[in-house]
Nanobody
Framework: HVQLVESGGGSVQAGGSLRLSCAAS????????MGWFRQAPGKEREGVAA???????RYADSVKGRFTISRDNAKNTLNLLMNSLAPEDTAMYYC????????????????????WGQGTQVTVSS
């Protein structure tokens, strides 16, 4: 059974940075994709960034150049470094994983995760 637990959310002023982490327990079958999604009040959930087990990364256009997704295989954690944060980045951020997934040629929003974390809140003030 796979469990995903996010941490690292919080409040920051515009222009600041935050680092989110997602601790994964249990075995995630390869090839896998892991990613970060977010949902702001009154808005649909959107994919932010994803990484495949072979190292491919994908980003939403709105975060390209500002966010970096990475995976620490030794620690079994997924990370999201968020720089130059803006108020529109305010949302609940969720870690997710999809098994038997190939990220090649796919957009972040095309993922259909099998597992979800409980979410961590990110609030950016102007």
């Amino acid at each position: 059974h796979v469990q995903l637990v996010e941490s690292g959310g919080g409040s920051v002023q515009a222009g600041g940075s935050l680092r989110l982490s997602c601790a994964a327990s249990g075995y995630i079958y390869k090839p896998w994709c892991m990613g970060w999604f977010r949902q702001a009040p009154g808005k649909e959930r959107e994919g932010v960034a994803a990484i495949g087990s072979e190292g491919t990364t994908r980003y939403a256009d709105s975060v390209k150049g500002r966010f970096t997704i990475s995976r620490d295989n030794a620690k079994n954690t997924l990370n999201l470094l968020m720089n130059s944060l803006a108020p529109e980045d305010t949302a609940m951020y969720y870690c997710a994983a999809q098994i038997f997934c190939d990220l090649s040629g796919r957009h972040v929003d095309s993922l259909v995760p099998d597992y979800w974390g409980q979410g961590t809140q990110v609030t950016v003030s102007s």
